[in-house]
């Protein structure tokens, strides 16, 4: 993608006040793709500021026309597709494939969103006086701070922004440091979209100096965060003494259930592109497989079946399928949550070594909901599998995480289907369904797992106050 790899401030690109940089790397190779500045505290202020001016104006900006700029932007991201999902590729290791869905994704939110603010009604309440009318009409919240992680560089902000931007919000954006440039992409396309210069605005490089000042800063107000909860709670408590709105992104461990009764072809093909999509790295990825004993052995072989096929390699190669981990670090902590697996007695019914950042799909049986591997986020291609007896110990091993953020349950049962809706405690729950998710659905956690939706007419409400108007005769 062809833009500079410098800060975005106030419709200027620029540098870090002391000239510092940092280095992105391509987690397939190590080798170093850009330099980017490495902003704090003092270039966030200044970006706070300039998104304060650009508010001003954008606010009052017609619907009509922050619709119509959501619409140019969902149009410039997918004139430049290709070319996006290449960067997105190289700087995240995604495969190519993953990466071209995540623009179109991406992309939907702007179009959801530039016709969803239409769609927007305030409405008049009945006052018991009848020369008194009330009303409430919903207004942009104000300059909102975003940070956003490096599993999807281009969808995060994304959902972000596009409904902030046709709200009437100014913003000002960090992305992960791992990933920076596939933001800097969508701001220099939104600019020429038509977005006004200062309404999105992009620094990265201390992420901390950056969110004590986007927690502090008593003109951002509201921050949307997508990363972990640890983070997640620490930015809450930061933004506690200036009350700012908080919605909140965070991790996951989603239960994938198959029951004896299921579609369990069907349920090893969803049960590997969840896996295998972005290597795993993925919130609503499912963390543990829990299978129905008469099942297990046939279910077991019909997973490895499918994560055999999996072709793991170069991500701008057209054939592979997976691409690597975001960094060696990365795939040595999932290979140390494989290693302690197997020390507490699981079985690799499908097993292999890591190569640097690149870990091979495994599927390890004999696991235990309480060991390691089932309660963190695993974030890799790699499938524990927990055997049950029965819907009331599926349910209770499936709810047993501090995590709420999405559930997945596989069964042919109809009236089962609507006790897992009800019973199963996640934002998000796919019966027979391993991919609900869409620009026009509210998303996001219960539980530990967050606060606040993305998506959705909900995802809106989240940068709007409802401001109530009195009017007497
Ligand atoms: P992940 O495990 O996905 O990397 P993190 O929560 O560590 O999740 O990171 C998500 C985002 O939060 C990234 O942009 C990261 O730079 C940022 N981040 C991490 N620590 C802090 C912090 N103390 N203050 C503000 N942002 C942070």
Request: net charge neutral; glycine share 10%.
């Amino acid at each position: 993608m062809d833009h500079p790899h410098l800060l975005r401030i106030g419709g200027a690109w620029r540098g870090a006040d002391d000239g510092a940089t940092f280095t992105v790397r391509e987690p397939a190779t190590g080798a170093a793709i850009a330099a980017v500045p490495r902003a704090g505290a003092r270039e966030c202020r200044a970006a706070i500021a300039a998104a304060v001016d650009a508010q001003a104006a954008w606010r009052e900006e017609s619907v009509k026309r922050r619709g119509a700029v959501c619409h140019a932007i969902a149009d410039r991201l997918m004139a430049a597709r290709p070319a996006l999902a290449r960067l997105r590729a190289r700087e995240g290791g995604t495969a190519l494939a993953t990466a071209l869905a995540e623009v179109e994704y991406a992309a939907g939110f702007f179009r959801f969103y530039g016709d969803e603010i239409g769609r927007l009604a305030g409405r008049t309440i009945v006052h018991p006086d009848p020369r008194r009318r009330v009303r409430v009409e919903h207004v942009p919240i104000g300059v909102v701070g975003a940070i956003t992680p490096w599993n999807l560089p281009l969808a995060a902000p994304a959902k972000k922004l596009a409904p902030a931007i046709a709200a009437g919000c100014a913003m000002v954006l960090k992305p992960s440091e791992l990933t920076p440039l596939s933001a800097l992409a969508i701001a220099r396309e939104a600019e020429l979209a038509g977005l006004p210069p200062g309404v999105l605005n992009v620094v990265c490089g201390d992420a901390a100096a950056i969110g004590g000042e986007l927690t502090g800063n008593p003109a951002v107000r509201a921050l949307a965060f997508t990363g972990s909860t640890r983070v997640g709670r620490q930015l809450m408590a930061a933004c506690a003494p200036g009350l700012k709105r908080v919605a909140l992104e965070l991790g996951g461990s989603a239960p994938f259930v198959v029951f004896a009764d299921a579609d369990l072809e069907r349920a090893a093909d969803d049960c590997a592109a969840l896996k295998t999509a972005n290597a795993g790295q993925v919130c609503v990825t499912a963390n543990r497989v829990l299978v129905e004993r008469p099942v297990h052995d046939r279910f077991v072989a019909l997973l490895v079946d499918r994560l055999r096929g999996v072709r793991l390699g170069d991500p701008l190669d057209a054939a592979t399928t997976m691409g690597p981990l975001i960094s060696d670090e990365a795939a040595e902590r999932v290979a140390a949550l494989v290693a302690g697996a197997v020390a507490q007695g699981a079985i690799a019914a499908l097993g292999g070594a890591r190569s640097g950042a690149f870990h091979p799909p495994m599927v390890l049986t004999g696991c235990r909901n309480d060991w390691p591997i089932a309660r963190e986020e695993i974030f890799g291609p790699v499938a524990p599998v927990i055997a049950f007896d029965g819907e009331a110990e599926a349910l209770a091993l499936a709810n047993d995480t501090p995590y709420g953020l999405a559930a997945f349950a596989y069964t042919g049962d109809a009236d089962r289907q609507h006790r897992l809706a009800r019973a199963l405690e996640a934002g998000v729950v796919g019966i027979n369904d391993p991919r609900p998710l869409i620009p026009s659905a509210p998303f996001g956690g219960v539980k530990q797992s967050g606060i606040g939706r993305e998506g959705g007419s909900e995802g809106l409400l989240e940068y709007l106050d409802a401001k109530l108007i009195g009017v007497r005769e």
